[in-house]
């Protein structure tokens, strides 16, 4: 949720006025929502002018939210009778609204200050009103300032504490705009060199007849050495065994990838890329949906800033599920509502290659955000968000007063989060140690290293409590960490949950080939294969896998192959090492294709 709030100093006075004596007066405060510090790269700046009008939104708190583990946990754990038995939208919305108790208790406080036009809101009922500043600073026991961004110069509205009657409390969620910045989310992608002029590895498109490397390289065209220089398609198919799409993708299936204005797709680059790896893709196009205003900008093709995501994202999504549909939702920057921003998605699977530091948002509204993950996976919706790209330290790379910084959404129990690895380079024969069944990846080493920690926000699902703490209390990794740098009492969510390939992934920007690292290439290939799971699913009658971790924890000995070597180094420490099982760096390990389908197919 992002506020920007332009030109507020001109905006006009609110009429009504309060009250002499309000009943507020009287009533006990309690501090309901609390910043310790703001956002890193934002200064205070001045007080709010008393009479600019804010528009005021509360969130009412959701009925039976409680019980969310246990209803996300009936459908999606492997050993529920009701498992893959998905929930309507309508179920989700009449589960969870707020009860009609909070919404006349919190009403009735704001008709006895005065406030009467008040206006109701989407699914979660939200309460909508404008009021000027100095009428909300007293509402709310607050001040509002303006705070203003290094870098890029923008002003946001905002207050670091407010407070609420202690009778009210129970009833409401978040109140907005309050302590909330607008924090914009990171990409998880570097740019590298493309520097290596040999063909990648390609399976329908003919190799230039001219190439010729040495001894290794002039075996036939499936060399898989080569994808040392660069990944391709056909590399994360011979690696991770991924099958061809079926030709006749079913209607029902679908794929989303979340993408926020103004990062967008080329489509001439979608068709050089499919042209080089994907022959009979060429010409395919994701289906748009524009969310909050977002926008399709396709200006500036040769930016990587401003493409250099988008097109990764769709280039190798489509080209390893192509005929299937890939849906893009297309976020703009600005959502002035209290719920959160994801309750447009319908796709079966949602891939998000965008986040944020824990640091930067609030408790509360992380818990909103993930309990929309949530009721999306209770929906059949796999959530895959990718670990971040530089280990421990959070997409800021510091560590301030030395403690990791966890990267959100990644940190939501509901979501399953993809760290990066790369191919292993001492390893001089893949076909064969593939062949062998052996793990042929590491954490990855380069400029990128792979997101992975523990939350300051969520306690540890049930489906990773085992795995986390062999990993705590396993001598060979123990992290040599007191509880100032992380919270590792084995009670915090730990992430990623899996991993893939992110490293020198070939991708077309602006016409040119170039390679990318990052976490952002992991979370779409992964997603790609639980969608080409979901079409065989379907296609079997059966409903989408939904929610993935209970399964991924609870089959890893058959799923994945482990990855044993590296860490997630950054803020002048190792960061954590990757270990025999579950570690945070690489989660479970890299997924198997063949054995994840076999265990997706013997569910009901
Ligand atoms: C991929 O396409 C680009 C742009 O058309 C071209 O320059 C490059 O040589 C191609 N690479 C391969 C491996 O075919
Ligand atoms: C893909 O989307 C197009 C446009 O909405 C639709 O006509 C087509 O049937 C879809 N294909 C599949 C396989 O769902
Ligand atoms: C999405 O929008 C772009 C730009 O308008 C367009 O080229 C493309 O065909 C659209 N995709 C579909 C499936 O309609
Ligand atoms: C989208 O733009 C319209 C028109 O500019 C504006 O009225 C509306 O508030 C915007 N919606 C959001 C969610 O920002
Ligand atoms: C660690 O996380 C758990 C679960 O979220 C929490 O209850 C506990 O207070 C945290 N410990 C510290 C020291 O922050
Ligand atoms: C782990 O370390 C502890 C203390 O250093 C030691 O007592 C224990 O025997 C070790 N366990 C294993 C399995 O090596
Ligand atoms: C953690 O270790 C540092 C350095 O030794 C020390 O300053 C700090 O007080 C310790 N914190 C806790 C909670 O023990």
Known sequence: MHFILPVLATLAVVSSALPAHTPYTITNHVVHEKRNS????????????????????????QRNMHRAHEYLDSVSNPSSKDYGRH?????????????????????????????????????????????????????????????????????????????????????????????????????????????????????????????????????????????NDAITPDCLRAIYNIPQASETPCEENSFGILEYTPNTYVPSDLDLFFGNYSTNAIGAR???????????????????????????????????????NVTLYEVGATNTNTEADID??????????????????TPAYMELLCNEYMKLGLQGVSVIYSSGDNGVGGN???CPDGRFVADFPASCPYVTAVGATQLDT??????????????????????????????????????????????????????????????????ARAYPDISANGHNYAVIVGGTQQVVDGTSASAPTFASMITLINEERISAGKS??????????????????????????ACNTNGFVTGEGWDPVSGLGTPKYDALLEVFMGLD
């Open 38 to 61: 703001i956002p890193s790269k934002w200064a205070r700046r001045s007080k709010m002018e008393p009479s600019a009008k804010l528009p005021v939104r509360i969130g009412l708190t």
């Open 87 to 227: 929930w309507s939208i309508n179920e989700v919305t009449d589960t969870f609204a707020p009860s009609e108790e909070s919404r006349s208790e919190v009403l009735q406080w704001l008709s006895d200050n005065g406030i009467s036009s008040v206006k109701s809101g989407g699914a979660l009922h939200t309460l909508e009103f404008d009021l000027s500043v100095s009428e909300v600073e007293r509402l709310l026991k607050t001040e509002y300032w303006i705070y203003e961004h290094d870098a890029s110069g923008d002003a946001h509205v905002a207050c670091e504490e407010y407070s609420v009657p202690e009778h009210l409390k129970r009833h409401i969620n978040i109140i907005t705009p309050t302590v909330h910045f607008d924090v914009k989310p990171t990409r998880h992608l570097s740019k590298r060199e493309w520097k290596n002029p040999a063909d990648p590895l390609t399976g329908s498109h003919p190799y230039h007849e001219e190439y010729q490397e040495g001894p290794s390289a002039q075996a036939d065209d499936d060399d898989l050495q080569k994808c």
């Open 286 to 324: 994701p289906l748009n949906l524009t969310e909050n205003n977002g926008t399709l900008d396709f200006s500036d093709p040769s930016d990587f800033n401003l493409h250099g995501e988008s097109n990764l994202d769709f280039e190798f999504a489509m080209a390893l599920t192509y005929p299937q």
């Open 344 to 361: 447009f998605v319908t796709t079966n699977v949602l891939s998000v290659s965008w986040g944020y530091d824990e640091t930067d948002l």
């Open 396 to 398: 800021g790379k510091t």
């Open 426 to 491: 001492s390893i001089d024969d893949y076909e064969t140690a593939l062949a062998n069944g052996e793990q042929i990846e590491v954490a990855i080493k380069s400029q990128v290293i792979s997101g992975g920690g523990f939350s300051d926000v969520f306690s540890i699902p049930d489906y990773q409590q085992d795995v986390v703490n062999s990993y705590l209390n396993n001598n060979a990794t123990r992290p040599p960490y007191n509880s100032s740098v992380y919270n590792n009492t084995g009670y």
């Open 544 to 569: 989408s896998v939904g929610f993935l971790n209970p399964v991924l924890y609870q089959y890893a000995d058959e799923i994945v192959k482990d990855v044993v070597s590296g860490n997630n180094a």
